[in-house]
T-cell receptor, first 115, second 111 residues
């Protein structure tokens, strides 16, 4: 199994551009999530999904959209990039929703720089 | 907003010594997890402890949970240079699908 994969590894955008960060998992996990990690801030939840067709907002959802059309994929879309979205983005998945206490498997991250 | 806060923010020790990191949180939880992040990499799950448990072990790791004090500790015994990483606690609340991470403790183990 490849686990959780993310593409691209690194991206530079100009302010106002849009892009999609890709995330895929091959473990048949129901739950997927997106976090951003900024220096000294830990990880903050952007959006999450408890299954195909179901998404919900996390702590910092503004400026981001998600969809979950398949179990495997959970892309994160930046609608109009801003310098404040410069960060490292991590996708994670778990076998079942977190409410009962589940561990998450993380991808390697995407470093995004918005100029 | 952060739920868990790790202490200390940074810790430097010699190989063979024990490393202890603490995590405090604010609201009731149903589980607490510890993750490790090597520089520039994704997070790796270490251990999960549920609110009805007081202590768990996994290899050289020992985690304690004190729900009355809303705190947890992670002990790494006989540390190795390869343990150099940032360590994060994350809390899960009953009925919530959100795992809330702290800001982490950066551990350096000197050979």
């Amino acid at each position: 199994n490849a686990g959780v994969t993310q593409t691209p590894k690194f991206q530079v955008l100009k302010t106002g551009q849009s892009m999609t960060l890709q995330c895929a998992q091959d473990m048949n996990h129901e739950y997927m999530s997106w976090y951003r990690q900024d220096p000294g801030m830990g990880l903050r939840l952007i959006h999450y999904s408890v299954g195909a067709g179901i998404t919900d907002q996390g702590e910092v959802p503004n400026g981001y959209n998600v969809s979950r059309s398949t179990t495997e994929d959970f892309p994160l879309r930046l609608l109009s990039a801003a310098p404040s979205q410069t960060s490292v983005y991590f996708c994670a998945s778990s076998y079942s929703p977190l409410a009962g206490g589940e561990t998450q498997y993380f991808g390697p991250g995407t470093r995004l720089l918005v100029l | 907003s952060q739920q868990g806060e790790e202490d200390p923010q940074a810790l430097s020790i010699q190989e063979g010594e024990n490393a202890t990191m603490n995590c405090s949180y604010k609201t009731s939880i149903n589980n607490l997890q510890w993750y490790r992040q090597n520089s520039g990499r994704g997070l790796v799950h270490l251990i999960l402890i549920r609110s009805n448990e007081r202590e768990k072990h996994s290899g050289r790791l020992r985690v304690t949970l004190d729900t009355s004090k809303k705190s947890s500790s992670l002990l790494i015994t006989a540390s190795r240079a390869a343990d150099t990483a940032s360590y994060f606690c994350a809390t899960g609340q009953g009925g919530s699908e959100k795992l809330v991470f702290g800001k982490g403790t950066k551990l350096t183990v000197n050979p």
